[in-house]
């Protein structure tokens, strides 16, 4: 009997460990969610004012609301079923956030290894910026989801070379323009993408060029609503993009940096003082991920991994309003990174020690003992550091009142 439950243990352990980090999500999520934070910030009564506005115009979007459409549609959609009940809004959030986790992990198992998604899908678990989206009124809520969505779908695409998939990549490509304007380059990453892997095999391109045509055409098709009213928000767009000076662009490139590994100034309720975004343990092992990336730049999701991360901080650069939440962009990145390092690590000291038990038992332990001190460091951080600051609670002293 106990030997079947040992072979049960170990046939099956991936799907408990998986199912046990999503349960602690879930748990993380929804504890404390009516009473932190109390009330809504600034910004969330405008997001909310955004979504009334929308539904009294007979769900059709104003020209400036299509920036961030889907998040506004989701809103009043869950508003006016609701009556804007905010707890029945951040509930549908943690379903979307708990999602993102399960692509999450779907995705680096297609690219990795089950054990560096467990990894992976911890990390994002306990993420702190992910969990102050998830329990406040904010768009950048879909941003992680969307992106992950992408890279899941361009691998599936290019792997299976089923038409079906590139339409449907082109149809997340348009979406995403929907979702925040960050996204609005993403054309532009992909083209520079395409070209690093044409130069590296020219059949990438040669072959699959009506599964890219089609691809090119449901993006124009299903971002034809946003291109048509795209002249009426070139100057608003213009000006997001728009650090003010080269000078400026360089200090905003170094606050990137800084801000996710040291010390970070961003303003708001997106950090709490000068802590940086990323904790110790994972700003290390990311940085150790980087540089192993960088060494192994001849296989190609190492290249893409990096080419990726330095574009995408490049884009972030060029942002006029710097803020915590436009970093969530690059944050899935970085915990794929920082759980490469860690299977590296774990898999050259077992291959170092195979038979040597002892050796394996201790590197185990040192590692669960820093990941543990990892997740505890992020939920004291989120619970204590951030929900009971009274500078950031002070930013929610708002209520929203509902009237048909």
């Known amino acids: 009997m106990i030997k079947k439950i040992r072979t049960s243990l170990d046939r099956y352990q991936n799907q408990i460990f998986f199912s046990l980090i999503i349960l602690f999500a879930i748990i993380l999520r929804f504890y404390n969610l009516a009473s932190m934070p109390k ?4 910004n969330e009564i405008e997001i909310l004012k955004e979504a009334k506005t929308l539904i009294s115009n007979g769900w059709i979007p104003k020209s ?19 009556s804007f009940n905010i707890i029945v809004i951040k509930i549908f959030q943690i379903l979307i956030s708990v999602s993102t986790i399960i692509l999450f992990y779907v995705f680096i198992k297609n690219w990795f290894n089950k054990k560096i998604a467990l990894l992976g899908v911890l990390f994002i678990s306990i993420d702190v910026l992910d969990l102050i989206m998830t329990r406040t009124i904010n768009s950048s809520l879909l941003i992680p989801t969307t992106l992950i969505s992408l890279l899941l779908v361009t691998t599936l695409a290019l792997r299976s070379k089923k038409s079906a998939w590139f339409i449907l990549l082109g149809s997340l490509v348009g979406l995403s323009l929907y979702v925040n304007q960050i996204f609005v380059l993403i054309p532009i990453v992909i083209a520079i993408s395409f070209v690093s892997f044409y130069q590296k095999n020219h059949l990438i391109l040669n072959s699959y060029w009506k599964q890219y045509l089609l691809m090119a055409l449901s993006a124009i098709i299903i971002s034809l609503p946003y291109l048509y009213h795209l002249p009426q928000n070139i100057n608003s767009l213009v000006s997001y ?17 800084r801000s996710l590994i040291y010390q970070s100034d961003y303003a708001g309720y997106g950090t709490i003082g000068l802590e940086p975004i990323l904790g110790p343990f994972i700003a290390i092992t990311f940085l150790c991920g980087l540089a192993y990336a960088v060494a192994h730049l001849e ?18 650069a060029l942002l006029n309003n710097q803020n915590a939440f436009s970093l969530i962009f690059i944050v899935p990145i970085v915990l794929i990174l920082s759980s490469v390092i860690l299977d590296y690590l774990l898999t050259v000291w077992f291959k170092t020690f195979p038979l040597n038990k002892n050796a394996k038992l201790v590197l185990t332990i040192i590692l669960s003992f820093f990941i543990f001190l990892s997740v505890y ?9 951030w929900g009971k600051n ?15």
């Open 39 to 42: 009330n809504l910030s600034f």
């Open 64 to 82: 400036n609301q299509f920036f961030d459409l889907i998040y506004l549609y989701l809103v009043a959609g869950l508003g006016y079923l609701s």
């Open 241 to 257: 993009f728009n650090p003010g000076s080269f000078g400026n662009y360089l200090i905003n490139f170094g606050d990137i940096w």
């Open 299 to 316: 296989r190609r999701k190492y290249f893409f991994l990096t080419a990726f991360l330095l574009l995408s901080m490049t884009a972030l």
């Open 377 to 385: 460091y992020n939920y004291e951080k989120f619970f204590y550091a």
């Open 390 to 404: 009274d500078y950031i609670q002070q930013q929610f002293d708002q209520k929203f009142i509902y009237k048909k």
